[in-house]
């Protein structure tokens, strides 16, 4: 199994950070073209219409949010910046599935992205994505 880890800083509060990761509103405007959510299952539509149902693992109100996405486990940790009032965000992925130390390098740059997207839409509003399906990139939206 492979993990690793990630952070970011947010002007914005931790229930803005929580909102986008947690509200399908929010998921779509960084993640997805769609993020629905049924009894505790993300239905997410990705660019060139690729699908994952993931399950929600932990839903802790501004401090944790976790998904399986594409089987890979994905930790939101959120915490207060008691100096900015904004806040620090670490994203620990899991992946059971991957043993190459090559393939874990690649697939990083997913989650680089994801954050960077996630940061755009939370303290600016602004959506990093080209919203074009011909010119998708598997790393930057998932598997």
Do not use: C
């Amino acid at each position: 199994m492979s993990s690793k880890q990630w952070k970011v800083h947010f002007k914005s509060a931790p229930s803005e950070v929580y909102r986008a990761l947690s509200t399908p509103l929010g998921r779509s405007r960084f993640w997805a073209e769609s993020a629905k959510e049924t009894d505790g299952v993300i239905h997410f539509v990705l660019p060139g219409e690729r699908t994952d149902d993931s399950p929600i693992e932990k839903a802790v109100k501004d401090r944790v949010y976790a998904v399986r996405y594409f089987g890979r486990l994905l930790t939101f940790f959120i915490t207060l910046d008691e100096e900015s009032n904004g806040t620090d965000l670490t994203l620990a992925y899991e992946a059971p599935d991957i043993q190459d130390p090559a393939a874990i390098e690649a697939d990083a740059a997913t989650w680089v992205s994801l954050l960077l997207r996630l940061k755009a839409s939370v303290d600016f509003g602004v959506d990093l994505r080209n919203h074009d399906n011909t010119r998708t990139t598997h790393y930057a939206d998932g598997v």
